[in-house]
């Protein structure tokens, strides 16, 4: 099940919320994001699969690993990834077998 639904979350959720979070947030770290990603996300001892997500923009896996909806929102908003895209990700998750064990 999806951590950002757990009592406590992951440390996976947990890094994935910070990334994002100090991507939107501070000032300057969009654009170092956009100039080259791989180093920017690199400071945070992301695992591959996580960064990848991040970097792809896999809105169904960010969403999997926990990232709080909100943080999510804000970066498929500072990113541009189309909102039609973003939801449609979502609802692809609603028959989701990682979705719906709980």
């Not at 809105?59 to 939801?87: D, F, Q, T």
Request: aromatic share 8%; charged share 25%; glycine share 4%.
């Amino acid at each position: 099940m999806a951590n950002w639904q757990e009592m406590m979350p992951s440390t996976r959720a947990y890094l994935m919320d910070k990334v994002l979070y100090e991507l939107h947030h501070k000032p300057d770290h969009l654009e170092a994001y956009n100039a080259d990603a791989d180093a920017y996300l690199a400071r945070f001892g992301l695992p591959e699969e996580l960064a990848t997500a991040i970097k792809s923009n896999d809105v169904a896996g960010m969403y999997l690993s926990g990232v709080n909806p909100y943080l999510l929102r804000a970066h498929c908003i500072g990113v541009k990834i189309p909102e039609a895209e973003s939801l449609a990700a979502l609802r692809s998750l609603l028959d989701h077998e990682d979705y719906n064990d709980g």
